[in-house]
T-cell receptor, first 110, second 116 residues
Framework: AQSVTQPDIHITVSEGASLELRCNYSYGATPYLFWYVQSPGQGLQLLLK??????LVQGIKGFEAEFKRSQSSFNLRKPSVHWSDAAEYFC????????FGAGTRLTVKP | DGGITQSPKYLFRKEGQNVTLSCEQN?????MYWYRQDPGQGLRLIYYSQIVNDFQKGDIAEGYSVSREKKESFPLTVTSAQKNPTAFYLC???????????????FGPGTRLTVL
């Protein structure tokens, strides 16, 4: 069965610093991979997705993620974090039955 | 505007009462999903439905029930058998045939259920 691990429960970075959120997955076939962001008390918004092709995918709000099959990873990156990026981030994998990681809460220091 | 509606945003119920959470979508999506979100546990799949009049259990279906009588609607009933129902509930639907791929889930705003 597919599963997703986000090793970091909480990350704090300074505004303007770079960011990397880790995601490891377990999936029997070629995975569909996603990153979502959630503000407090809200639904989830899709940041980016990977289905096939180029392993470096660009998303909204300046985020990108790289699919590494050999490491079963799909890490999310941003070169320069803004205070408005503070939120919870979820990695997800799957097709018809999607599975989500436990999330990483991002705090941005001024 | 197309989207997913969940109502109400906040719901309070007494212990032992069944309660039904509404989820409606006008995106013409075939598949719909219910997730439960608790702090530190991410989203856990309760039920999903790929077509009308059919649905499958997810990882934590015990104490919940669903119906899918219309393509647009996928209500979730939290029964009195659910031992710890207080949580944030999210409904989602999938666009299977977007350009460049498939299976991008769209989420509703969520319903926070508190059982007193």
């Amino acid at each position: 069965a597919q599963s997703v691990t986000q090793p970091d429960i909480h990350i704090t970075v300074s505004e303007g610093a770079s960011l990397e959120l880790r995601c490891n997955y377990s999936y029997g076939a070629t995975p569909y991979l996603f990153w979502y962001v959630q503000s407090p008390g809200q639904g989830l918004q899709l940041l980016l997705k990977y289905f096939s092709g180029d392993t470096l995918v660009q998303g909204i709000k300046g985020f990108e993620a790289e699919f590494k099959r050999s490491q079963s990873s799909f890490n999310l990156r941003k070169p320069s974090v803004h205070w408005s990026d503070a939120a919870e981030y979820f990695c997800a994998v799957g097709a018809d039955d999607m599975r989500f990681g436990a999330g990483t809460r991002l705090t941005v220091k001024p | 505007d197309g989207g997913i509606t969940q109502s109400p945003k906040y719901l309070f119920r007494k212990e032992g009462q069944n309660v039904t959470l509404s989820c409606e979508q006008n995106l013409n999506h075939d598949a719909m999903y219910w997730y439960r979100q608790d702090p530190g546990q991410g989203l856990r799949l309760i039920y999903y439905s790929q077509i009308v009049n059919d649905f499958q259990k997810g990882d934590i279906a015990e104490g919940y029930s669903v119906s899918r009588e219309k393509k647009e609607s996928f209500p979730l009933t939290v029964t009195s058998a659910q031992k710890n129902p207080t949580a944030f509930y999210l409904c989602a639907s999938i666009s299977r045939y977007t350009s460049g791929g498939r299976n991008e889930q769209f989420f509703g705003p969520g319903t926070r259920l508190t059982v007193l």
